[in-house]
C-alpha cells in the first residue's frame, strides 16, 4: 500500500514538471535554428550551376558549404582512388617563371624555407636553341625507382597512380633519392620550423603534413584536393594555365579554365615524357615551348640567388 | 497505467521533421554548395550555353 502511493505521487510530480517545462518552452524546436525559413536574405544574388546544367541566381543567404569530407585511414591512403589514373601536362609554352605553383606548394605543404618540391628551371637543350623555362614536380612514375629501392615501404604507389611517401615509416636513408633520376626528392635536414598546431597534427600521407626532419619529402600531386574533387595547388595558382591535371582513364584533363581530351592535348602538341628512354613511364607529360605566350627574358625578373646557385651545380 | 515515460515521451514529442531535401550546386568561384529546393524553386533559371560552361569557374 506503502509503494503504491510513493509511485502515484512519483508519477504526479513528473507530470506536473513535465507540464511546466512544456509550458515554458517555445514551440519552436530549438535544433531547428538553421531552418531556412530563419534564413533572412542577404541582397546579393550569386549564379550557380546544377548537375543538369542550369543557371540559377539566388541569394548568397541560402548557400550551405558542403561539409568538408572525414578524414582517411592510413590504409586508405595507400590505396588510393579507385578507378582514377591520375595525370599532369606542362605546357611549356606558357610558363613564364611566374614561381606561383612553387610558392602555393610550399605554402600548402608547409615545405621547409629553402627548399622547394616545385623547381621551375631555366632550360635550354642546345648551344643554339632558344631557353625555356620548365617546371619539374615528381613525376609520378609507373615504373618508380624510388618505390623498389625503399627498404621499408614507406614511399609507395596507389591504385591512382599517385607516388606517395609515409613519414611515419621513412627511416631518412634517401635511397630513393638517390634512385629517382628526377632529382624531384629533398631531405628534411633540419626540424621544418613549423607552427605548433600544424607540428603535432597526426602525420597524413595525402597532405604530407606536417613535415619532419630526417625524413625525405616530395610532391605529392595533393591527394587530398583530388579526393575532394579539386585540383592541385599548382594548378589552380598558375595564373598563366601552365599545368593540366586529369584523369587518363575519363581521357580529360584541365587547368581549371580550360579541358581538354588528354589524349588529343598530346597527340597534337607533340606531348613527351622526361627521360623517357629509362622506362620510369612518368605520369606527367611536357608540351614543347613552342608558339610561346611569353618571351623567355619576361621570367629573368623572377630569377633568384637560389636558382643561380642551383643552375651552376 | 501510463509509465512515467510515456507522459514524459507525450509532452516532450519531437515535431515532425521537416523533409529538407538539398542539392549540389557549383559557384562560379568553384565552390560545391548545398542548397534547399526549396529555395530552388524561387531563383531565376536559365539553361547554359555551351560557351558558359566552358568558362564557368572564373580563373583566380
Known sequence: ?313 | MLSIFTVVRYFFRSTPKQNTTTVKMLTQDGKLVEVDVTNLACGKRKKISDDELKNWVKNK
Not at chain 1, 524546436?29 to 548537375?51: H, I, M, Q, R
Not at chain 1, 568538408?68 to 586508405?76: A, K, W
Not at chain 1, 624555407?113 to 623555362?133: C, F, R
Not at chain 1, 603535432?200 to 600531386?221: I, R
Open chain 1, 1 to 313: 500500500m506503502e509503494n503504491k502511493d510513493t509511485s502515484r505521487r512519483q508519477f504526479l510530480t513528473a507530470a506536473v514538471l513535465a507540464g511546466i517545462s512544456a509550458g515554458c518552452s517555445s514551440k519552436k524546436n530549438p535544433f531547428e535554428g538553421y531552418a531556412n525559413n530563419d534564413v533572412k536574405s542577404s541582397g546579393k544574388t550569386v549564379k550557380l550551376l546544377s548537375v543538369d546544367g542550369e543557371i540559377v541566381e539566388m541569394d548568397e543567404a541560402f548557400l550551405k558549404p558542403v561539409p568538408d569530407l572525414p578524414p582517411v585511414s592510413n590504409s586508405e591512403e595507400r590505396k588510393g582512388i579507385e578507378g582514377k589514373k591520375f595525370v599532369m601536362v606542362i605546357d611549356l609554352s606558357r610558363c613564364k617563371n611566374v614561381k606561383a605553383c612553387q610558392s602555393s606548394c610550399n605554402h600548402m605543404h608547409q615545405v621547409h624555407p629553402g627548399q622547394n618540391w616545385i623547381k621551375v628551371l631555366e632550360m635550354k637543350d642546345a648551344d643554339h636553341t632558344a631557353p625555356y623555362w620548365e617546371p619539374t614536380t615528381c613525376m609520378h612514375c609507373d615504373e618508380p625507382p624510388c618505390v623498389k629501392v625503399c627498404p621499408v615501404d614507406a614511399t609507395f604507389k596507389r591504385q591512382d597512380g599517385i607516388v606517395l611517401i609515409d613519414s611515419d615509416r621513412c627511416i631518412g636513408c634517401r635511397f630513393c633519392m638517390a634512385a629517382c633520376p628526377y632529382s624531384t626528392r629533398v631531405f628534411n635536414w633540419e626540424d621544418p620550423g613549423l607552427p605548433k598546431e600544424i607540428s603535432h597534427k597526426e602525420y597524413s600521407c595525402e597532405t604530407s603534413v606536417p613535415q619532419k626532419k630526417g625524413t625525405v619529402g616530395k610532391c605529392d600531386f595533393c591527394p587530398d584536393m583530388t579526393r575532394k574533387g579539386e585540383l592541385p595547388h599548382c594548378v589552380s595558382a598558375c595564373p598563366n594555365g601552365v599545368f593540366f591535371f586529369g584523369d587518363e582513364n575519363e581521357d580529360s584533363v584541365t587547368n581549371g579554365a580550360e579541358t581538354f581530351r588528354f589524349s588529343e592535348l598530346i597527340k597534337d602538341k607533340a606531348g613527351y615524357r622526361l627521360m623517357e628512354d629509362l622506362g620510369t613511364k612518368p605520369r606527367v607529360y611536357y608540351l614543347p615551348p613552342v608558339n610561346r605566350n611569353f618571351p623567355f627574358e619576361s621570367g629573368l625578373e623572377n630569377v633568384n640567388a637560389d636558382d643561380k646557385k642551383n643552375h651552376s651545380k
